[in-house]
T-cell receptor, first 110, second 112 residues
Framework: ELKVEQNPLFLSMQEGKNYTIYCNYS?????LYWYRQDPGKSLESLFV?????AVKQEGRLMASLDTKARLSTLHITAAVHDLSATYFC??????????FGQGTELSVKP | DADVTQTPRNRITKTGKRIMLECSQT?????MYWYRQDPGLGLRLIYY???????NKGEISDGYSVSRQAQAKFSLSLESAIPNQTALYFC???????????FGPGTRLTVL
């Protein structure tokens, strides 16, 4: 059974600082997704990682995938308040079924 | 207009009542999904459908049923609602494996 774990679950950052969110999963998969959810809103796709070593960047966010270690990271560079949200990773389990992590609630403070 | 819509957006119902949540999409995707979100648990898959004639159970299908009326429509039913089905429900669509899923706005369901 595929399990997906994120850490930390809660993250309070100061503006301008860097930090990394980790997503570990328990069985083989080479498809991993990162989503953002603002309070009371739906999920917005951030990154699609489809192979070992994949790296994607958008603005202050960069995601990577190491399928051998079963690990993805979401790195935040020079955080700003607008990045405050909950971030989810999700791993593809058998052709399109996603298993989600618990989510990381990020708060960026001045 | 939104590509994935859900109705109703909010619903309060009583234990034992039957309720249907509806999802429609204009993206032309074959694959549709229903998830529930509970605080601290992320999203969990209830049912999914890869085309109109295909229905599959997800992680937590007990107490739920679905109907795929057309490529664009996928409904979730609670035959006899219970309080622990109080949650935020999301519908999602995707085009094919490997591409991201697109989520609807969600339905907040409260069962009293």
């Amino acid at each position: 059974e595929l399990k997906v774990e994120q850490n930390p679950l809660f993250l309070s950052m100061q503006e301008g600082k860097n930090y990394t969110i980790y997503c570990n999963y328990s069985t083989t998969s080479d498809r991993l997704y990162w989503y953002r959810q603002d309070p009371g809103k739906s999920l917005e796709s951030l990154f699609v990682l489809l192979s070992n070593g994949a790296v994607k960047q958008e603005g202050r966010l960069m995601a990577s995938l190491d399928t051998k270690a079963r690990l993805s990271t979401l790195h935040i560079t020079a955080a700003v308040h607008d990045l405050s949200a909950t971030y989810f990773c999700a791993v593809d389990n058998q052709g399109g079924k996603l298993i989600f992590g618990q989510g990381t609630e990020l708060s960026v403070k001045p | 207009d939104a590509d994935v819509t859900q109705t109703p957006r909010n619903r309060i119902t009583k234990t034992g009542k039957r309720i249907m949540l509806e999802c429609s999409q204009t993206k032309g995707h074959d694959r549709m999904y229903w998830y529930r979100q509970d605080p601290g648990l992320g999203l969990r898959l209830i049912y999914y459908s890869f085309d109109v004639k295909d229905i599959n159970k997800g992680e937590i299908s007990d107490g739920y049923s679905v109907s795929r009326q057309a490529q664009a429509k996928f409904s979730l039913s609670l035959e006899s609602a219970i309080p622990n089905q109080t949650a935020l429900y999301f519908c999602a669509t995707s085009d094919r494996p490997g591409l991201e899923q697109f989520f609807g706005p969600g339905t907040r369901l409260t069962v009293l």
